[in-house]
């Protein structure tokens, strides 16, 4: 069966640090993934997605990127964190057009 | 550009009895797919049903149903006999069958809350 997996569950960092959220699939191939940021109380903001190895379409400007440099990882990262960065990350994958399945999610606060 | 807006942020019912979650939703599309996703405390996001827009029956699982009006755009969450384990954020999600990259385009969400 399908898994995804995502880490870290929680991250506290320093503003002006730098950031990586991974996420890793198992059980599919070539899934399209994607990274979701959702603020506190408030709706699923789709940041990247990926249809490929090294393809990556970001879906807002921000001071976040992402890259795939493997079928089944998806990376999240930053140079330099924000305070606006914080929120909770979700990482999901789909196949062709059925429901996209989803990580734990990662609770990031920036301090 | 595909919207979806959910207008209910919150909404309150009593055990056992049943609640309806709003959905609307903008497309120029005819085929598309609907999802209403569950978010408990925990944040997992939990798929609960889904609607292909081709088909004019209406989905159920068990104790949750959609009314699909594709002609008002309007896709409702009924959930009857509602249980604590209910409560949560719910969350309506529009998938285009056009766009390769399969997106979920989420609404805003609603809580519900469950009165004992």
């Known amino acids: 069966s399908q898994t995804i997996h995502q880490w870290p569950a929680t991250l506290v960092q320093p503003v002006g640090s730098p950031l990586s959220l991974e996420c890793t699939v198992e059980?599919?191939?070539?899934?399209?993934l994607y990274w979701y940021r959702q603020a506190a109380g408030r709706g699923l903001q789709l940041l990247f997605y990926?249809?490929?190895?090294?393809?990556i379409s970001s879906e807002v400007p921000q001071n976040l990127s992402a890259s795939r440099p493997q079928d089944r990882q998806f990376i999240l990262s930053s140079k330099k964190l924000l305070l606006s960065d914080s929120g909770f990350y979700l990482c999901?994958?789909?196949?062709?057009?059925?429901?996209?399945?989803f990580g734990q999610g990662t609770r990031l606060t920036v301090v | 550009a595909q919207t979806v807006t959910q207008s209910q942020p919150e909404m309150s019912v009593q055990e056992a009895e049943t609640v309806t979650l709003s959905c609307t939703y903008d497309?120029?599309?005819?085929?598309?797919?609907l999802f209403w996703y569950k978010q408990p405390p925990s944040r997992q996001m939990i798929l609960v049903i889904r609607?292909?827009?081709?088909?004019?029956q209406n989905a159920t699982e068990n104790r949750f149903s959609v009314n699909f009006q594709k002609a008002a755009k309007s896709f409702s969450l009924k959930i009857s006999d509602s249980q604590l384990g209910d409560a949560a954020m719910y969350f309506c999600a529009y998938r285009s069958i056009m766009d390769s990259s399969y997106k979920l385009i989420f609404g805003s969400g609603t809580r519900l809350l469950v009165r004992p």
């Open positions: 990926s249809v490929g190895i090294g393809q």
């Open positions: 059980g599919t191939s070539n899934p399209n």
């Open positions: 999901a994958w789909s196949v062709m057009a059925t429901e996209a399945f």
């Open positions: 497309t120029s599309e005819s085929d598309y797919y």
């Open positions: 609607q292909e827009a081709y088909k004019q």
